[in-house]
């Protein structure tokens, strides 16, 4: 009977390691999946910037798709900023549009503020719908400038080929 009561006890040793080691590889792998299961209340920073800015009267965040980001670039009055790395902007961004980079807001910002201020509409943008940049950068401008600010939401990749590029 003694060799029972040890295998016993190796056996639920090891199925207990076996449930910590699954439950922290399912953890990590839902942090790093898109969409992961919300366990803790955390909200990525482009929805905790929209549902922000839909509480505010003064100036809101507005999302933008394709169509609307066509239509705004040949208008007069509105500017699209480039919120991402300098080299990604220099690789190819809409005609026209300027960069400040959402990592270095406070450097870039006041060199174009100007232009920003002179535009009827600010449009931020950055690579694709998985790029938060263009949101934060979109709320570090309603907080700087009080006004309504549009984000493109499907970035440089959906452009392509829809609209010019420069370099």
Do not use: W
Request: charged share 25%.
């Amino acid at each position: 009977m003694p060799n029972m009561k040890v295998f016993v006890k190796r056996l639920i040793v090891r199925s207990l390691c076996l449930v910590v080691i699954a439950s922290g590889v399912g953890l990590i792998v839902n942090a790093v999946r898109t969409p992961g299961v919300d366990l803790f209340g955390f909200q990525p920073p482009k929805e905790k910037i929209v549902e922000a800015s839909k509480k505010s009267e003064e100036a809101v965040v507005t999302v933008i798709k394709l169509a609307e980001a066509l239509r705004l670039r040949t208008g007069q009055g509105v500017i699209f900023i480039d919120a991402r790395k300098v080299a990604e902007y220099e690789a190819g961004h809409i005609p026209g549009a300027i960069n400040i980079p959402s990592e270095g807001f406070d450097e870039a910002f006041p060199s174009n503020k100007q232009a920003i201020l002179s535009a009827e509409k600010i449009v931020t943008y950055c690579s694709d719908v998985e790029c938060d940049e263009a949101y934060e950068l979109a709320e570090m401008l309603r907080e700087e400038l009080k006004r309504p600010i549009l984000v493109f939401a499907g970035g440089i990749k959906e452009y392509q080929g829809k609209g010019p590029i420069e370099k």
